[in-house]
């Protein structure tokens, strides 16, 4: 079984930046995909932005050039950096990890964008 812990979440207003973190219990090196998701009320969870193993990233095009994925396999821990956030990306956004058929998802953290 494998742990993800996000922190980072808060409320920030439109136009500023705010950093997420996911720690895993096991190397992050080990796990061939890990990716933030976040879900808004009402709405369906949805893909943020994944990296692989090879640091290879893939990001939803409404967070495109905002938004940067990274991770630190020494720290165990991946990061989301969001920058010029808007109202839209209010959400409560989760980590996940994937290592072989196996799954994990953290408990998620509140991102809330409001004036």
């Known amino acids: 079984q494998v742990q993800l812990v996000e922190s980072g979440g808060g409320l920030v207003q439109p136009g500023h930046s705010l950093n997420l973190s996911c720690t895993a219990s096991?190397?992050?090196?080990?796990?061939?995909?890990m990716g933030w998701y976040r879900q808004a009320p009402g709405k369906q969870r949805e893909l943020v932005a994944s990296i692989t193993t090879g640091h290879i990233t893939n990001y939803a095009d409404s967070v495109k050039g905002r938004f940067t994925i990274s991770k630190d396999n020494a720290k165990r821990t991946m990061y989301l950096q969001m920058s010029n956030l808007n109202i839209q990306d209010t959400a409560i956004y989760y980590c996940?990890?994937?290592?072989?058929?196996?799954?994990?998802w953290g408990q998620g953290t509140q991102v809330t964008v409001s004036s």
């Open positions: 096991i190397s992050t090196f080990m796990l061939g995909y």
């Open positions: 996940n990890a994937r290592l072989r058929a196996n799954e994990w």
